[in-house]
Structures are given as C-alpha cells and as structure tokens.
C-alpha cells in the first residue's frame, strides 16, 4: 500500500454476550435479497442486535466494543459484535467457513471473497444499499460501479472498508528508517541511495558497536516471520526500482501486462546489496529465525539503527522507547532507491480500488439492521467518532475547529497503546466505508487526522529536529509527490482477487514458497556464490511455471481496467 497494508499474524477470539439475538434464519441458498427483516418493522431499530462476525485480520487490542467509540457505536446503532479475528492461517480460516456452510452475519474475508462467492455464501448487497444505505450511496457516488465483483458476477459483495474515497496520502509511514541519533550523528547527509543508507548505518556501528550495557548494535533488522516477509524483504526490491504498489507483480502501465516482479530490471542487484550486507556483519543474523515478538523486542531494546518496514510493522517495539523517553533511537522514514537512476512511486496513486470489505452472508439474521450498520458506520456522524473519539473528551470546538487537547495528545504520541484501547479511536476503520485523507466534512474539517498540521503535532521533538534539517515539515516531504505520476488504471495488483482454485493462485502459491525459500538463501549466502544462487532461483521460477501464472494473472489486470473503465 501503499501497501499491502497488514497487521501482525497474532489475534485473539473474544466472545461477546451482550446485547438480545434475533432469531437466526437458516443457511439461505438465494444469494438476493430478501425482503426484509426490519426488526420490530421500526424505520431506524436500535433495539440491542449483535451480530457474529469474522476479521481475516488480527485484532489483539479489541475490547470488545467496551472501548469509548465502541459504546457510541452501539448506542447509536443497537449492534454489538460477537467478533473473532484471524489466528494462523486466515485464508485456511475462510476455507474452513465456506465449505463449513455455518457462516457469520458480517465477515471481512479480505482477498479470499472468491471462496465464500464460489460457496454461496455471499449476499448482493445492491438492492440493499439502495434502499437502505444512503449514506453508502453519497460516499461511493460514482465510483460505485467499482464495487461489482467481475466482469461475468456485477454483483456487490462487500462494502469495500480498506481503500478510503477521494483523499490525499499525507503520511509516510514507510520507505527506509534510520534512528535519528544515528543520522545526527552523521551530519543529516543526503538519503537517496541504499549507498547512502548503508553508510549512515555503518559508521555509526564502527563508532558504537555496543550500547551503553555493552550488548551488541544491530545495524540493520528485517522481518521475514511469514507474510512479513512481503513487507520487510521482498517488497522493497520492487520499491527501490521503481515499481511499488502492485504486491508480487510489475504491471507494464501500457499494457497492462504482468510480471512476477522478481524477474525485472534491478532486482537482483537489490537483493545483491542485502547479500553485501548481510556479509558485512550489517544485517542481524536472526533476521530469518526469529518470529515477530521477537523482532519486536529488539527494536524496543533500541539497538537497532535501521529498520526496512512500515511503521505500523514495528510500532509496538517503538511505542516502548516513546515510553522510556528513548526518543533519539525512534526512526524516521527515507524515500531510498537503488540508486539515482530510479524513482521512487511510493505515493502513486491508485485511485480509489473497492476491494477488500465487509459482506453480509446468506446466514444474517437480518439482513437490513447488519446493511444500516454498515451504512452508519459510513455517515459523517460515524467517521468523525472513529477518527476524532468524542467531543469534549477526546477533542474540542475551538473557533468551529476541532482541536486535540494537549493532554490528549500526550497521551496519543507516548502512551498510545493504552489510550488506544481505552478511546477506541481508529478501531473500527476497516469495519466502514469511509472517506480518505484530506477530505473535509459538512463543518469544513477534515475527517482525518492526517492532515499535515496535525500530523506535525503527533511527532516527537526527536522527529522535528530530524526534519528541521532536511528543511521538512513532514516526512511525506522528503518522498517524491503523488502529483508526479498517473493514477493507476488498476488501481493495485495484489487488490485483485482471483479464485482459489484457478492457475495463478495454485501457481502463485508454487512461486512465494521458492522465493521465501531461496531469497533468504541467496542473501545469506558468500559473495562469490550469490550469482550462482539467483540463477538458480530464476530458472526454478521458469520450471515451475511463472510464465503461465504472468500470463493468467494479466487476463485479471486487464479486466478490472475494462470493468472499472465501461
């Protein structure tokens, strides 16, 4: 996302008894909507309702919708959530529901809607949200045609809650991070290259290769614990030659033709640099071993000068050196490339994608209470509450703009996993339709914080210093401007779903586990046997049928442009 933007593997499954059920209906082979379970026959129900859900992402701060914005939710709307998020396997999960025939009321399947689709499971919500979802229908305006499943199925199976509508990306959140001691150390030097990144990291380990208990520095920590393994080592060859955005593929932006992009131009000397690295002591030697909690733990030793990763990724770890007041050893973020021939397109944009959501299945108990949820979860009322928290105590009106108290705020840099959990702010954001940054509400605020003079407010003294050098107010400055490139026609490849069963996801599944197995093996191979080891990888990819998956996987590129387009 950006990125595929994700969470970490960990959940939990909470259980809610709160609220009075409806009665269940049973499995529900017709797909169209029925005519209407209205609850009491009341035009706007908030009688108590709760619905069974199902997140393919984690979700360990979930409170069960006891946190403030929760409680809102639920007052203004009668739902509460019986919510069980994703542990292990979420696609094995999604699997395991669909050919179960027992589905939940609302789920978020992510990129596995094919499987619930292909097992009936799915409601269309067109009829429902024209009658039903006003506010869905003045968000999405005329970019509801987006929302159709194919070409062949133009029905709407998901309100799509993980791509915001309209806005501007302000924020960046990725790209490459250094601590800031170690880039003040430096002298601020100019960060445009992986020469210029590894210099920052190396002389500042040949002057401190201990901390200050003597235990050992650690130049460069990547997390490859599973699918982070996208984030922290695979994804950014793509980034750093230029062809971000679009998951495990290059797509050609005139012919909408894919690549498996670890066969193009530049990556390899990438992974060639990772190799120099690795070899060069630069690189922890666990990176490859350790699981998440661990990766985790090392960043909130402060040890680590640099990370690759999005700062979602390792916020945990840093929310524990914020908290120590270890403010000099949080990271800032770098627009970093190959080298000066390449440019970065991190914040191209995409447009808006649909994609990823929230469905109502067959087995909904009633059908037009869970379409209202999700229509008020989309209202101006609703987005204001899950950004902002509420009025008097998360924020206040000062001259008719909303203004986060510096108490607050406080609380938010440097204390932000309890507030989190306590305020709720920001928790349900997946959950609803919802409108991007840089857009303003009906009272002429934004309904996001992102925003920059906000965001400058949610930095550190250690941030400000950092960018007051590079003469920056944000770090989205230092990143080349969205304004620079087209919008992509596609919006982004990995937002494409393709069935389970079809060629490319069975070959894409044959393609991650040799790249997962033979990259790490490449980077932690000797010098003089690294060309040795990527032609082996490459001619493994060949042998198992990348060209096919290329082929199969463009025919999807090219039918979202045409279903978006017509």
Not at 519 to 528: D, Y
Request: proline share 4%; hydrophobic share 35%; glycine share 8%.
């Amino acid at each position: 996302m950006e990125k595929v933007r994700e969470l970490s593997k960990l959940g939990i499954v909470f259980t809610l008894a709160v609220g009075v059920l409806a009665g269940c209906s049973g499995n529900n082979s017709n797909n169209s909507v029925v005519s209407g379970n209205t609850s009491n026959g009341l035009e706007n129900d908030t009688s108590p309702i709760t619905f069974s859900f199902f997140s393919e992402d984690p979700n360990p701060n979930w409170r069960k919708m006891q946190d403030d914005v929760g409680k809102e939710i639920t007052k203004a709307t009668g739902v509460t959530l019986n919510a069980e998020f994703a542990v292990g396997d979420p696609s094995q999960k999604v699997a395991l529901i669909a050919t179960s025939g027992d589905y939940p009321d609302l789920i978020s399947p992510k990129g596995d809607l094919n499987k619930l689709v292909d097992a009936g499971a799915m409601l269309d919500l067109t009829d429902l949200i024209e009658k039903y979802a006003p506010n869905l229908k003045k968000l999405f305006g005329d970019q509801m045609n987006r929302l159709r499943y194919s070409n062949e199925d133009q029905s709407i199976y998901v309100v799509p809650t993980y791509s915001a509508v309209d806005g501007k990306s302000f924020v960046a959140g990725g790209g490459f991070e250094l601590q800031h001691r170690a880039v003040k150390e430096a002298g601020y030097p100019a960060i445009k290259t992986l020469q210029d990144y590894e210099n920052v990291i190396k002389s500042y380990l040949d002057k401190h290769p201990t901390d200050e208990n003597g235990n050992k520095n650690i130049g460069l920590l990547l997390n490859a614990d599973d699918w982070h393994t996208y984030i922290s080592v695979t994804n950014p060859a793509a980034e750093t030659t230029g062809k971000s955005g679009d998951g495990e593929y290059f797509i050609d932006p005139k012919t909408y033709e894919a690549t498996y992009h670890y066969r193009t131009e530049g990556e390899k000397e990438y992974f060639k640099w990772l190799n120099h690295m690795y070899n060069s002591g630069l690189v922890d030697t666990e990176s490859f071993v350790q699981k998440n909690d661990q990766y985790l733990a090392k960043v909130a030793s402060g040890r680590v000068i640099g990370l690759i990763d999005a700062d979602w990724g390792y916020a945990d770890g840093e929310k524990s050196l914020k908290a120590d007041n270890k403010l000099d050893q949080t990271y800032g973020h770098y627009s970093v490339m190959l080298s000066d021939a390449y440019k970065d397109n991190r914040f191209q944009s995409t447009g808006f994608m649909a994609g990823w959501g929230v469905g109502i299945t067959t087995d909904c108990k009633d059908p037009v209470r869970a379409i209202k949820f999700l229509d008020y979860l989309a209202s101006e009322q609703a987005q204001v509450l899950n950004n902002w928290g509420i009025e008097g105590k998360h924020y206040t009106l000062q001259d008719g703009k909303r203004v986060v108290p510096d108490d607050v705020q406080d609380r938010i840099i440097n204390d932000n996993t309890a507030f989190s959990q306590e305020s709720g702010i920001g928790f349900y954001s997946n959950l609803g339709a919802h409108y991007g940054d840089g857009v303003q509400d009906s009272t002429g605020n934004y309904y996001t914080k992102n925003f920059p003079e906000l965001i400058i407010d949610t930095y550190t003294s250690a941030d400000k210093e950092t960018l007051k050098a590079y003469n920056a107010t944000t770090w989205k400055d230092l990143f080349p401007q969205e304004e620079a490139f087209p919008v992509k026609d596609w919006g982004a490849a990995w937002n494409i779903a393709v069935p389970g069963d079809d060629d490319v996801t069975i070959l894409g599944n044959k393609m991650k586990d040799i790249t997962w197995k033979l990259i790490p093996q490449a980077i932690m191979a000797k010098p003089e046997d690294f060309d040795q080891k990527w032609d082996s990888y490459q001619k493994e990819l060949l042998d198992a049928g990348v060209e096919k998956m290329e082929k199969g996987f463009t025919k999807y590129v090219q039918d979202r442009v045409k279903l978006w387009n017509e």
